[in-house]
């Protein structure tokens, strides 16, 4: 193994051996996308996506989650989801500690999870999986996908996503960039929803009234 | 048809029988033709997109030519983040190295996210010789896997087949390894969808080692990027035990803030989408979500040959996206399996004979598959000038040929050389071709020659010379004044 390691690497010196060593490029990190109106072009790229998104108040917020979750059996939810999105009767509630096993999670409904970010220009929500979000398998197996995004978290476009995210990044968190249900275009490029991770994803973007803004650090 | 690339026939052999197969381009111009347009479309969008394609070949520039640097930087990164890492020189050692992981485990079963990097070294099949099944979970790559075919395309590999043909391999072949597909299914593409997901999920959820590529893998901190549509990849990458991911060396990038570039470069050219549905990125183990066991295995293959070739070097660039695939004549008219290759394409075309050698008689032929009309450096999101490169190609194809016996195109290209030399020369070889021309008469285009010319003849139409040439016609109509 240091065999092959020394080797490849010698292979590499020697391939570069008196060759122009290009530098490293100027950088444009984080431009800020000039939207007019971010929180629309957001909600107009998601629904692009055939997914569900819906604007709220914060006071709505319970009650769009139980509308949500209207038919669906149980919802398993991360260990740190604000209990007052879940406040409706008769949703059969999970709390995630870990120790459901996949075949477990494959007989639950739905999720609901918060987010990170949400880029508007790509419609794409991103959870970085801290504990309003949970591990990553419980927003893949369940067949609902329904995530709170807050308005103070949309950014315009990727550049500036990834300068939110990167301090999750270099704390070894791991993320998930969601850009509407499921799909594959794969047979004779005919798109089709819900291959195998969530086939409905519905999104509730969270006004910021004049709550406290929940954009985690 | 065999599910191995050796021993696959040159490119003017397999075109020819590939341009006999109207169903083939019938399903493949609707495909490049359709995912052309969306991309334009996606792409017009974009402010400054050059500015973009410059980015991101500057930076791949960069790391490139400081991979020794950035490769021991990821690394320590990983090892750090509590993944093992792996360095193979060939597919054989790489092949070894995985094969020994999976077995560790006790396993007899792997799930598997699409990689091009384990097709190219031809993973499943070293697995299947130690006995551990492979299973591919992307839709496409499960058609191909079912129907014992080979991808033709990086991006929708099972392109060349349609829809009944799907059904007619999943109703055959699902039921001998797992779920089968259910009674009374349709060719319609979602009933064709549920089927694969109902196989599949079985095998995710008991899965207890997967194995991936990535499309990036971030120095700085050791993270890895699979960027996918189905959720698939979601499943491997999360679900079992045990990961193995087998990334190129030159995936490498240096920083998380250069995915900014990249995670826009590359779903626009590839899908035509602002952003694929699926995006993953990982850092070795996570406490208490996902595989606690994460290896990684870096792989050589030919890379660090086609590194030492300073104008070669750029195709090291590619992110595998296939926009070169789906503007380019030759491939929308010939299909994937024509190139010999899982990378097919115009990039196909400069990637294989760098990372293979040009010895075998495909890697020779692969830089003439080319019309050279440039599309596929135009939509290149990496700038990678293909033309160039397979011009420079084939001179190193036609120098390698030099110091034998002159081959019959020399001797012809000789005596062309020798005949538009002198005007006199080239007149009296149009009169013989206008006498040719009369006597082939009603014929559209020359057919096979004999002798050394055969070779040349057998790869073109050549159409017939006209009964009066230009000059004759110049002469006749207007006289000498």
Known sequence: MIGSRQEMLGRITAALDGAERAPAPGRRHGAVTSSPDVAALFVERVEDYRAVVERVAPAGVAAAVADALAGTGQVVVPPGLPRDWLAADGVDVVTDDGGLAADDLDRIDAVVTAAAVGVATTGTIVLDHGPDQGRRALSLVPDLHVCVVHESQLVGDVPESITRLRDAVVGGRPL???????????????????????RRLHVLLVSDGDSTPRARA | ??????????????????????????????????????????????????????AGAAIKDHVLTHLDGYLVQLEESLTRAGATVHWARDAEEANRIVTALARETGTDEVVKVKSMTTQEIGLNEALEDAGIHAWETDLAELIVQLGRDRPSHILVPAIHRNRAEIREIFLREMGKVGTPAPEGLTSAPHELAESARRHLREKFLRAKVAISGANFAVAETGTLVVVESEGNGRMCLTLPETLISVVGIEKVLPTVADLDVFLKLLPRSSTGERMNPYTSTWTGVTPGDGPQQVHVVLLDNGRSDALADHVGRQALRCIRCSACLNVCPVYERVGGHAYGSVYPGPIGAVLNPQLRGTESPVDKSLPYASSLCGACFDVCPVRIEIPDLLVHLRTRVVDEKRGGLPSGEQLAMKGASWMFAEHTRWERAQRGAELGGRVLGKKDSIGRLPGPLSAWSDARDAPIPPGESFRTWWKRERGQG
């Open chain 1, 176 to 198: 998930t960039w969601i850009s509407g249900p499921s799909a594959t275009s794969d047979i004779e490029l005919e798109r089709v929803e819900g291959v195998h991770g969530p």
């Open chain 2, 1 to 54: 048809m065999s599910g191995t690339f050796i021993g696959m026939p040159a490119f003017p052999v397999a075109a020819r029988e590939a341009l006999d197969n109207a169903q083939q381009r019938r399903n493949l111009q609707h495909a490049t033709q359709t995912i052309r347009d969306k991309r334009a479309a996606v792409v017009d969008e974009v402010d400054r997109w050059e500015e973009l394609r410059v």
